[in-house]
């Protein structure tokens, strides 16, 4: 498969920073999937090439990660906490009810505009804080109806391209 | 050193182990049966070159240590102090029981129509150990995607336990690494890169992993359904020719030792299945031989006389077609290396759609060319778009020595309890050097026997007593071997358009180099793009199976190197006792020289029929 330039020199800078030897897998992958959303079989394919890594490794550790993906994602990955001390928390059900309907997608999907994956994850520590979720890596807490629609609305104006 | 052993029980039984053995490996010291479905000898031996670590994935294996409070995995359980062990217990007993009945809670196929129905560690167990499956369900439709029916590897995860014998095999043991764990937790799944079919993964089919089973996860392509139907058609010719690795194992699957030569007992069961022909691919070995004999010799008489640097040396064998795979994908700069002889399946069926339907007035559409082989790989050479020179694919069909064990029971055949009877002509003079090319360095002693007799002008018998060339046999994974010309003869009029004279190998060394397994493969291809002693030889066999052709994908389950080694002795107890045990005195091969390959080895002709060239893959 023929790797496109840009992402050949993509990936050629980013070994550039974490090397080439086989323990760079996993940083050069973080780095590839914090650009694009998520990780490609060319960009598998070249990382392989480039560190002489099994393409089938770089597969298995791509889907052992939570945080790396090999489908295209949102440009915003929220993580809702689905762990039992955040689903007591009194607006826990409110605020993932009002999350969906302003997304308007169900979890595991992404939104039409391609801005927002939805997900659930386990605990992310913010037990005393819940309900809590992750958008990217930006911690967001005390969740309510208001808020999570709020902070979606932040996120969709700031991806909104100046002048819009 | 004995100061150094430790002293543990088992099952009340006193023995003392080096440290670091583990438990399991004690116990089976001692003959106590702990069963492992994650656990096989040959993923933790010295072969594999790489640190292996015991998958511990199965937990059938479990055992009860005094002192500790959970069971232990027995197979991943060092021994580094003395300690007090019971490998049945009420408990052991329950958790095994239950890790059965869960593993059956996600394994959904049919037994009665599996491929490993009566062959199955699985199946086995849960017999032993009368597993309940009511207690945890059976789930009534496939979790997985089947695989796609064309795949020669056919990898069906609804089936598989998760053990990982198949990635390890072809990670450590074969260094393919087509297969990766994906996810984690409940959702690990064993797949290829981006998960797709096997036949479009970097596999070389070479179904190491599917001897290696423990279930029916991992079965090759039946093509036996088609061959019964090319029987069945009174239209058709149907010929068979068997290789010789299936003759030393077929006799496992009607339950022989291993190493009980079937091939004269096969001759008869497959005349009465109805096969029209059936013809011994050591012919199609001795002509492959002479191709690649011939071919060797005057790629040496380029680079050393003529100064060409043209021709590729060492040159590589060419008559495994999981190594041919294997170079296209991870060694395609080295491919003009490859010797351009096909290999003994696909020039049998070449000549047979050719030379032998012209000389029997048979339509070659009309012939089907079936083969019998040790190897699941053998099916993706048959259809490859290189292979049909004469206008017809040289080989229509493949069967493994599995599939055809189970088509000779379908036909109600004892094979053990058959008469002996001859091969057909005119490809029926069996030999001993097409014999042993089922053994790692049976090729390269073939070649050797053949190129050394007809350089030197003398007997191999005089440098070699017997004619066995010990130095290249065995089962090391990497072996070379050299040999000095000290005489030579006069050209053979066969090959006088290729040469004129020997006089430029007199005194010269011919340095030979051996790899079997293609973990070891990579050991050589290592070394030559390093300047090692590899890259100083002039030929080198590669196998791709472990103990070559004999270890082969195909063959009877289960293997390890005991059933490989007796295999190997039944190999080298039938070249010993052949009348013609080289290359170039085999009658049916002097005769097509004569009528049809007019001009010799490498000529025009040969090389339009019994010669191709490889492709990268990508």
């Known amino acids: ?164 | 050193m004995t100061a150094d052993l430790i002293t543990i029980t088992i099952d009340g039984t006193a023995l003392k182990v080096s440290p670091g053995t583990t438990v399991l490996e004690a116990a089976r010291k001692v003959n106590i049966a702990i069963p492992t479905l994650c656990h096989h000898a040959d993923l933790c031996s010295d072969a594999v070159k790489k640190p292996v670590i015991a998958a511990s994935n199965c937990r059938m294996c479990l055992v009860d240590v005094e002192g500790q409070r959970a069971l232990q995995a027995s197979c991943a359980l060092p021994i580094n102090a003395p300690m007090a062990i019971r490998t049945s217990s009420p408990a052991i007993r329950r958790a095994r029981r239950d890790i059965l009945a869960l593993m059956m809670s996600e394994h959904f196929g049919d037994c009665p129509a599996c491929k490993r129905n009566g062959n199955c560690e699985l199946q086995d167990l849960c017999s032993e150990y009368q597993v309940d499956t009511s207690r945890f369900g059976r789930p009534g439709k496939p979790l997985f995607a089947r695989p796609d029916p064309e795949n020669i590897i056919q990898r069906d995860m609804n089936k598989c336990v998760l053990c990982r014998r198949c990635l390890r095999t072809c990670t450590f043991y074969q260094g393919v690494n087509a297969l990766t764990p994906t996810g984690k937790g409940q959702d690990v799944s064993i797949a290829t890169f981006m998960d797709r079919e096997m036949m479009d993964a970097w596999c070389i089919n070479c179904g190491q992993c599917v001897n290696r089973c423990p279930t029916g996860a991992l079965v090759e392509r039946d093509d036996t359904a088609a061959v019964w139907k090319a029987i069945e058609n009174p239209d058709k010719f149907v010929v068979i020719q068997t290789a010789p690795a299936p003759r030393a194992s077929i006799g496992e699957c009607f339950g022989c030792e291993p190493g009980t030569p079937m091939t004269f007992r096969m001759n008869t069961a497959l005349k009465r299945m109805g096969f029209d022909r059936v013809f011994d691919t050591t012919f199609s070995a001795d002509l492959t031989i002479l191709e690649e004999g011939a071919e060797l010799i005057s790629r040496l008489y380029k680079t050393a006389v003529l100064k060409d640097n043209s021709a590729a040396l060492p040159q590589f064998t060419s008559c495994s077609p999981g190594w041919i795979k294997f170079i296209e994908h991870f060694y395609p700069d080295y491919l003009p290396h490859l010797s351009s002889a096909k290999s003994p399946q696909q020039m049998m069926g070449a000549v047979i759609k050719t030379y032998f339907a012209e000389k029997n007035g048979w339509d070659p559409s009309k012939v089907v060319t079936v083969s019998l082989m040790p190897c699941t790989a053998k099916k993706f050479e048959a259809a490859r778009p290189e292979m049909r020179a004469s206008g017809y694919r040289d080989i229509d069909y493949v069967l493994t020595t599995r599939e055809l064990a189970r088509m000779i029971k379908q036909a109600g055949i004892d094979l053990p309890a058959m008469e002996k009877s001859p091969f057909d002509n005119p490809f029926g003079v069996s030999t001993g050097s097409g014999v042993i090319f089922a053994a790692t360095g049976g090729v390269m002693e073939a070649a050797l026997r053949t190129v050394l007799e007809v350089v030197t002008g003398d007997k191999v018998e005089n440098l070699f007593d017997k004619a066995d060339i010990v130095p290249v046999r065995g089962f090391d994974g990497v072996r070379m071997a050299e040999v000095t010309v000290n005489r030579v003869g006069p050209v053979p009029a066969i090959l006088s358009r290729l040469v004129p004279d020997f006089e430029w190998l007199r005194g010269a060394t011919l340095r030979v180099g051996l790899a079997h397994g293609t973990a070891n493969a990579v050991r050589v291809m290592q070394d030559i793009e390093d300047g090692g002693p590899l890259s100083t030889c002039h030929f080198i066999e590669f196998m791709a199976c472990p103990g070559g052709c004999l270890g082969g994908g195909g063959q009877p389950i289960p293997t390890s190197w005991e059933i490989r080694s007796a295999r190997a002795n039944a190999i080298y107890g039938e070249d010993a006792n052949y009348v013609v045990r080289k290359s170039h005195e085999n009658e049916d091969v002097l005769r097509i020289y004569r009528e049809f390959f007019k001009e010799g080895p490498c000529s025009h002709k040969s090389h339009e029929l019994l010669h191709t060239h490889y492709q990268e893959r990508v």
């Not at chain 1, 090397?19 to 694009?36: E, F, I, K, M, S």
């Not at chain 1, 480039?50 to 939570?66: D, N, Q």
């Not at chain 1, 992310?124 to 969740?143: K, R, S, T, W």
Request: proline share 4%.
């Open chain 1, 1 to 164: 498969m023929d790797i496109p330039t840009h992402l050949q020199s993509e990936v050629e800078q980013i070994i550039s920073v974490h090397g080439r030897d086989r323990t760079a897998l996993l940083p050069v992958l973080q780095d590839l999937n914090r650009a694009h959303s998520y990780l490609s079989q060319e960009a598998m394919l070249c990382v392989a090439r480039e560190l002489g890594v099994p393409r089938a490794e770089v597969y298995g550790v791509a889907t052992f990660y939570s945080f790396l993906s090999t489908e295209p994602r949102g440009k915003y990955v929220i993580r809702l906490c689905r762990t039992i001390s955040c689903a007591i928390q009194g607006k826990y059900h409110p605020a993932v009810s009002a999350l969906l309907e302003e997304l308007g997608v169900a979890f595991g999907e992404t939104t039409r505009d391609g801005l927002f994956t939805l997900e659930r994850t386990n605990c992310i520590g913010l037990c005393d804080q819940g309900p809590a979720m992750l958008v990217n890596d930006e911690v967001h807490v005390n969740l309510t109806e208001r808020s999570v629609r709020a902070i979606v609305r932040e996120y969709r104006r700031k991806a909104a391209p100046v002048g819009a």
